[in-house]
């Protein structure tokens, strides 16, 4: 392989990993609105109506943290610590998710809980395009 086409796969993975994270970004603040604007629905859903404002902060909170993201995938040059950092959140949301389903401290409903889980699935989906993104940058 030569020297020009190895640097333009180099600067092809560089492009499609900061599409992942900026996505990620954008998930974040999609999600982050939903549970905000709609936190009393969205506890009720899971069985929690009495927490809706804590689902307001997180709800905050994501909007906030994808702001972040999105905000950083987009700077020049790409810093490969955001996508580092987005990946290891990304598994720990997934492992708290996990946690959650499989402990059920709260009494989440069953919708309640296939919703935590799907939404775990779309985040270790991000995580996962990240590593692989992260893993062609350096090999």
């Given amino acids: 392989m030569t020297t020009a086409s190895t640097q333009q796969q180099l600067t092809q993975g560089a492009t499609r990993l900061r599409r992942v994270v900026t996505g990620n970004g954008i998930f974040c603040i999609s999600s982050g609105l939903v549970v905000a604007l709609g936190a009393a629905p969205v506890a009720e859903f899971l ?20 702001a972040v993201v999105a905000w950083w995938a987009n700077r020049t040059p790409f810093d490969r610590r955001l996508a580092w ?26 919708n309640g809980r296939v919703a935590i889980l799907l939404l775990a699935v779309i985040v270790a989906g991000f995580a996962v395009l990240q590593l692989t993104g992260l893993r062609q940058r350096s090999a």
């Fill in 47 to 66: 069985g929690v109506a009495s927490a809706a404002s804590v689902f307001l902060i997180v709800g905050i909170g994501l909007i906030g943290y994808g």
């Fill in 85 to 110: 950092l987005a990946t290891a959140l990304d598994i720990a949301w997934v492992a708290g998710s996990l946690a959650l389903i499989l402990f059920n401290p709260f009494s989440f409903t069953a």
